[in-house]
Structures are given as C-alpha cells and as structure tokens.
C-alpha cells in the first residue's frame, strides 16, 4: 500500500518554470524544490525525521516521504476547509503554477486524499514552501512532517462508545499520549504543556510546548479531525482521528543550537561534518553543533517612496531573496514616514548581508545593492530615494 513512486524532478522543475501570468515562483525556489533534505540520512534534518518515524513505525504507521510538492487549490485550500478569503491563499504569501496548482505550503495538502485512498496511520514528510519574511528563522522552503490516524467502527476500542463525544475524546487523549512520547522521544524528559489553538481542519485544536533553553517553545500542532474532512475522504460516520503537524528545521534548530535557517541549505563541510558521522536515526543525546567563526556582516540601507497600489511586504523580501540569495540574513524596517503634503509613504529597510562561509567582500556587496534596488523599483514600483 505504501510503496511510492519516485518523484520525477526534472518534470517537477519544468512544471515550476512554465509560464503563467499567475506564476510567482522564482528561480532561486525552482532549483531548491525536491531537495531531498529530509530523506538524507546524512543531514540533520533527515536524521531527526528518521528519528521521528521510527517512533511512528513500531506501532504501525507507514511514511508518504516522495510526494509532489505541486498541489491543487483543492488540496491544500478548499479540502481543509480554508476560508476563502484566508490570507495563506493570496498570491503574496503562496507560490502559484496557475490559477490551479501551487506549491504546498504545509504537508496537509495530502491529507484528504491519503484518507481516501484508505490510510489510516501514516507520515506525510517533505518541503513546503511559503512567501515569508527574512530572518534567521525564516526560509521561503522548510520542511514539515505531518502524521493522521483515523479508528472507525470496526478499529475503534469497543470500550469506546459509539456517540460522537465519547468518539472524539479518545482520539483526544490518544493523540495527547502519541505526541508526549514523541517529544520525549527526540528531547528527552522536558516540561511540557498544552496550548489551545485554531485550525481551520481540526477541533478542537491545540499547540504543544517544551520548556528548553530556558524558554516555552512550540513545538507542534494538532488536532481532532472534523468529522466534515473525513466524511469527504469517504469515511463512515462512526469515524474520528487525530492530525498534527511539526517543522523539523524549528526543531531542529533548537536540538542542535543550530544559529541561521540557511546553514541547512550549505554544503560547507564544516557544516555538514559535524552530522555526517551521526547515528541515523539520530545520537543521543544530539550533536551539539559547534558554531565556526560568524564572518563579518554588512548592512545596507534602502529607502523609497511606496508605490501608489501599497506594497506587500513579502514581495520586497523576494526582491532581496532574488538577488541575494543565501547571503541575505535579515531585512528590516528600520523607519518610515507619510508626506504631510503627498501622503506618501516612505520606507527605509535595513538589510543584513552575510555569508556563511567567508567575508564578504564590499564590491560584492554593492553589486548585489544595486541589483537590490533595480529590482525594487522594477518589480514592486517604487520610486527609490
Ligand atoms: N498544517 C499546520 C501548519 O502548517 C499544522 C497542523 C497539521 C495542525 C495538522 C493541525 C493538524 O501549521
């Protein structure tokens, strides 16, 4: 049942590059998609969703880990009962084909069909992309596990009861029990907590928190499925199951004191040495990486006037993502007034620019400024000052 076909890249790719007047995905996202971080064993991000199913495969579960990350509207939307007018649907914070097909922004998307096609407990792993901001923390490409378990009458306890409510508060409590002994299971004993949460495909929903590092951190989200979503995957009406979802580069991260989003992307062996030599399903306790020298940064000031439409701030970060790359840290607004005449608006951005792996040098740098700034004015129609 679980056997997958292997994703054809090539195809994937010159799906992506097609050109549609809908089309928003840049180059720089076209040629990381299908990575493949997640299934190698020699990167961290392989290794701790290795060390995550093989929690989930000694009770059963089978892991989906090639899926195509191009979906329908209707799979990653309309399936999960997103609210047309969600902000997650505009073309400022997704990336389009078409008016039909996107790229996945979270693992969900195969959710439904997955059902249907009869799965019951299953992984779903892979990249996911999203429009975003740009930090040490945010990346437009991540990567998520997301993991469903669906009882009918036949699977249910027959201890259980058969009312909805009786129905619903085990698939709660067995959820509660599986994703305890899951963060145990990757951090160790923790403090936990449960947070109540809203998603628009589970209910209730909640959020679960560790104590690490001194702080509270979330680690995931979850939920009962509504009866709606399984009842459209076919399922019968004494069905109930539960849903979650987890980042894996946020974990991680925090697993590993790993310091900037981008160094999962590096082939820099002072990077990926210190990961290569570890157990596959992960070391206990985790490689604690060792930061080699951070190279100097440059900062870069740009300052224009808004075009007249306004501006959406993602489509700023993408400029800078363009032209950028990897060498771009962080982008902030550091000031911004209105004309007391015009009205207009003006904005300056600061942005950090540093690579991971060496100095940078100036020339460099204000060749990407420049290209920085031709964009801005270009693509987003600002009148740059
Ligand atoms: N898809 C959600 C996200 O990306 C996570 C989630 C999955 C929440 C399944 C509930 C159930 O944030």
Redesign the pocket.
Known sequence: MSSQPSLDFAAIRAHLATPHPRNNIPASITARACAGLHVNPLHPLGQLKARIQAYFERTGFSTFDRLSPIVTVRQNFDSLLTPLDHVSRRPTDTYYLDDDRLLRC?M?AHQVELIAAGHSAFLMAGDVFRRDEVDATHYPIFH?V?GVRVWDDATLPSVVGTTPKAREEFALAELKETLEGLVQHVFGDVKMRWVDAF?P??EP?LELEIYFGNRWLEVL???VIRPRILAEAGRGSGSVGW???LGLERLAMVLHEIPDIRLFWTDEPRFTDQFAGAAPAGATPPVQFRPYSKYPGCTKDVTFWLPPQGLAENDLFACVREAAGDLVERVELIDSFTHPKTARESRCYRITYRHMNRTLVNEEVDRIQADVRLRISRDIGAELR
């Open positions: 979270h969900t998520q997301d998603f495909f589970t929903s989200g979850c939920g849903a979650f979802g």
